[in-house]
């Protein structure tokens, strides 16, 4: 799996279990072809005893699989599709995900379509187990019953069993006890299916559906509290992400994408690039390979209306992230080259024979510009440094892009330092970008880390205890409160 691809699984995880070092180990791993494991819709091998209602409903399955993402994760590097074993890496140890083929042994091929609706819906496994938040299911808990039957047809009779375990999950204490995500559950887990708006039109309810719970845009772009729940009242606002960062999406003009065109989103969403606004790299990317590409016409359309009537939320900014920056002068190029700063050296050396000398990019768009980019024109730095860090690798649209890495991965002789890439970054920054931002070598060191540890990791053996506490506390308070409210 791409190194983003795990970024974005660890995003998962990490954000729900309170873990945020990843292992440079994890994130220094080659990309792979793991696009061999989206089925195209045709390709669906039916059994032969089908019959025409069948068909329909397992093409169905199929597409509401591609949209939820399941193969990302459940797909390990060069393994069978949905077989598991795709190693979630965390300080806390490795989560394997596991196989949800139709095998008897190893698979799932016990589950009746109440258990499969159980796990999928709720996180809990056909033995009663609890599953841990790296499996999505608090966005997939509002999957309608309508749409869950045809995810189980399509698991239940398309997918080619395969009869091997996925490697078993033991985390060291006290994350090892699985009985712990009931607490977290009571707090944000809410157990309800999607229920149309009947105040808003047909498209932005299923907008809302597949923002909310199929394509789980939320996990990644709402950011969390400290128990590291989503934080509903600023949904979409914005989350830091492992090593990168899920920018605000909400309507807001200036802080979200509400002046971008509806065409631009689109654009974005199924090819990942829009020259002169923004392109989609780590975790993104992968979302768009893997899924928002094949989304039909009708749900990315619906996807954009409902992003556009969403709340605005604003973080404060003056000017939006997409107008930042100008193209460097002839005349400031030549003073650079007289008295070369550093982070011009290494611009001149690493970037500027794509980007150019004065940050313009090809005009086919095909390089960027680095001015009137969302990644160099944001209040946060961490999709400029972890694509400096890690490049980045998109195929949607039959058009792919590709920037090459400059930290573990890259040649001997193209690899960047920590104070390299800060030197550079800031160089970017005051030059083409956001110029009231500065990055520290130490800011790089976090990024190449995979992020900030959040609280719930710092607090190791204690956090299970805090998390009893804080429930009970809660669940007190909320008593209270009822018990006020009736006299
Ligand atoms: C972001 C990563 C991710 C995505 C996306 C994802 N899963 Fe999972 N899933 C996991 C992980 C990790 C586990 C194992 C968690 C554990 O062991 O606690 C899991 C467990 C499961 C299980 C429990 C199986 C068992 O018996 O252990 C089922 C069923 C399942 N997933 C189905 C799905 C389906 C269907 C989809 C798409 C609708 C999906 N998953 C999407 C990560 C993911
Ligand atoms: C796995 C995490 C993840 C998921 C799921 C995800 N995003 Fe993103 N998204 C990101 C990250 C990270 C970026 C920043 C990418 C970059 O700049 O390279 C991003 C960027 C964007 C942008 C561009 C914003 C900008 O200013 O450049 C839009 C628009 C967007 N996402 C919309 C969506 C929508 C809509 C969905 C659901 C259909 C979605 N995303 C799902 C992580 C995610
Ligand atoms: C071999 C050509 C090449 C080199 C060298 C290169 N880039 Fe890129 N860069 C690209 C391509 C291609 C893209 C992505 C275009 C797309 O997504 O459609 C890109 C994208 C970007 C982005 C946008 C990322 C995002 O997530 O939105 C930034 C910022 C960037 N490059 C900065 C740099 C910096 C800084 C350097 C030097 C350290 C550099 N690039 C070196 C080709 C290159």
Same mark, same amino acid.
């Given at each position: 799996?791409?190194?983003?691809?795990?970024?974005?699984?660890?995003?998962?995880?990490?954000?729900?279990?309170?873990?945020?070092?990843?292992?440079?180990?994890?994130?220094?791993?080659?990309?792979?072809?793991?696009?061999?494991?989206?089925?195209?819709?045709?390709?669906?091998?039916?059994?032969?005893?089908?019959?025409?209602?069948?068909?329909?409903?397992?093409?169905?399955?199929?597409?509401?699989?591609?949209?939820?993402?399941?193969?990302?994760?459940?797909?390990?590097?060069?393994?069978?599709?949905?077989?598991?074993?795709?190693?979630?890496? %965390? @300080?806390? !140890?490795?989560? /394997?995900?596991? #196989? =949800? *083929?139709?095998?008897?042994?190893? &698979? +799932? $091929?016990?589950?009746?379509?109440?258990?499969?609706?159980?796990?999928?819906?709720?996180?809990?496994?056909?033995?009663?187990?609890?599953?841990?938040?790296?499996?999505?299911?608090?966005?997939?808990?509002?999957?309608?019953?309508?749409?869950?039957?045809?995810?189980?047809?399509?698991?239940?009779?398309?997918?080619?069993?395969?009869?091997?375990?996925?490697?078993?999950?033991?985390?060291?204490?006290?994350?090892?006890?699985?009985?712990?995500?009931?607490?977290?559950?009571?707090?944000?887990?809410?157990?309800?299916?999607?229920?149309?708006?009947?105040?808003?039109?047909?498209?932005?309810?299923?907008?809302?559906?597949?923002?909310?719970?199929?394509?789980?845009?939320?996990?990644?772009?709402?950011?969390?509290?400290?128990?590291?729940?989503?934080?509903?009242?600023?949904?979409?606002?914005? %989350? @830091?992400? !492992?090593?990168? /960062?899920?920018? #605000? =999406? *909400?309507?807001?003009?200036?802080? &979200? +994408? $509400?002046?971008?065109?509806?065409?631009?989103?689109?654009?974005?969403?199924?090819?990942?690039?829009?020259?002169?606004?923004?392109?989609?790299?780590?975790?993104?990317?992968?979302?768009?390979?893997?899924?928002?590409?094949?989304?039909?016409?009708?749900?990315?359309?619906?996807?954009?209306?409902?992003?556009?009537?969403?709340?605005?939320?604003?973080?404060?900014?003056?000017?939006?992230?997409?107008?930042?920056?100008?193209?460097?002068?002839?005349?400031?190029?030549?003073?650079?080259?007289?008295?070369?700063?550093?982070?011009?050296?290494?611009?001149?050396?690493?970037?500027?024979?794509?980007?150019?000398?004065?940050?313009?990019?090809?005009?086919?768009?095909?390089?960027?510009?680095?001015?009137?980019?969302?990644?160099?024109?944001?209040?946060?730095?961490?999709?400029?440094?972890?694509?400096?860090?890690? !490049?980045?690798?998109?195929?949607?649209?039959?058009?792919?892009?590709?920037?090459?890495?400059? $930290?573990?991965?890259?040649?001997?002789?193209?690899?960047?330092?920590?104070?390299?890439?800060?030197?550079?970054?800031?160089?970017?920054?005051?030059?083409?970008?956001?110029?009231?931002?500065?990055?520290?070598?130490?800011?790089?060191?976090?990024?190449?880390?995979?992020?900030?540890?959040?609280?719930?990791?710092?607090?190791?053996?204690?956090?299970?205890?805090?998390?009893?506490?804080?429930?009970?506390?809660?669940?007190?308070?909320?008593?209270?409160?009822?018990?006020?409210?009736?006299?």
């Amino acid at each position: 799996m791409k190194a983003w691809g795990r970024a974005k699984a660890i995003g998962t995880l990490a954000a729900a279990l309170g873990m945020g070092a990843v292992s440079p180990l994890a994130l220094g791993q080659p990309a792979s072809a793991v696009s061999a494991t989206v089925i195209p819709a045709a390709a669906v091998p039916l059994p032969a005893t089908a019959s025409v209602a069948d068909a329909d409903l397992i093409r169905t399955g199929q597409y509401l699989a591609t949209a939820a993402d399941c193969a990302a994760c459940h797909t390990a590097q060069g393994g069978k599709p949905f077989a598991g074993g795709y190693p979630v890496n %965390s @300080p806390m !140890g490795v989560i /394997y995900s596991t #196989n =949800i *083929t139709p095998a008897k042994q190893g &698979g +799932i $091929g016990d589950y009746t379509e109440a258990d499969f609706a159980r796990a999928v819906r709720s996180g809990v496994r056909r033995d009663g187990v609890h599953l841990y938040p790296a499996m999505p299911y608090t966005d997939y808990t509002a999957l309608t019953d309508k749409d869950i039957h045809a995810l189980y047809a399509y698991f239940h009779t398309a997918v080619a069993p395969v009869d091997v375990a996925a490697p078993r999950t033991a985390l060291t204490f006290p994350f090892n006890v699985r009985a712990s995500m009931a607490l977290w559950n009571v707090l944000y887990l809410h157990d309800k299916r999607f229920v149309p708006d009947p105040s808003k039109t047909d498209q932005v309810n299923r907008g809302a559906y597949l923002v909310g719970a199929l394509e789980h845009c939320a996990a990644c772009h709402t950011p969390r509290d400290t128990l590291m729940g989503q934080s509903e009242s600023n949904a979409l606002a914005g %989350s @830091p992400l !492992g090593s990168w /960062y899920a920018p #605000n =999406i *909400t309507s807001d003009p200036v802080s &979200g +994408i $509400g002046a971008w065109s509806d065409k631009d989103l689109t654009q974005y969403l199924r090819t990942g690039s829009v020259p002169g606004k923004a392109q989609a790299g780590g975790p993104m990317a992968e979302a768009i390979d893997h899924s928002l590409q094949y989304l039909s016409d009708e749900d990315s359309a619906a996807i954009v209306a409902y992003l556009k009537q969403t709340r605005p939320i604003s973080n404060g900014e003056t000017v939006s992230r997409a107008a930042q920056g100008q193209p460097l002068s002839e005349a400031a190029i030549r003073g650079n080259d007289a008295n070369p700063p550093r982070g011009f050296q290494l611009f001149s050396g690493s970037c500027a024979a794509c980007h150019q000398a004065n940050g313009a990019g090809l005009s086919n768009g095909d390089y960027p510009s680095l001015f009137h980019n969302t990644a160099t024109g944001s209040t946060h730095p961490e999709n400029l440094i972890a694509t400096i860090l890690f !490049g980045l690798h998109r195929d949607a649209a039959g058009k792919p892009a590709y920037m090459p890495a400059f $930290g573990p991965n890259a040649s001997f002789t193209d690899r960047l330092t920590d104070a390299d890439v800060a030197d550079v970054a800031n160089y970017v920054l005051t030059q083409f970008g956001n110029a009231h931002v500065a990055v520290t070598a130490d800011d790089v060191a976090t990024v190449r880390r995979g992020g900030p540890p959040v609280l719930l990791a710092r607090l190791g053996s204690y956090a299970i205890p805090a998390l009893l506490v804080i429930v009970i506390a809660i669940v007190l308070l909320i008593g209270l409160w009822r018990a006020r409210r009736k006299t």
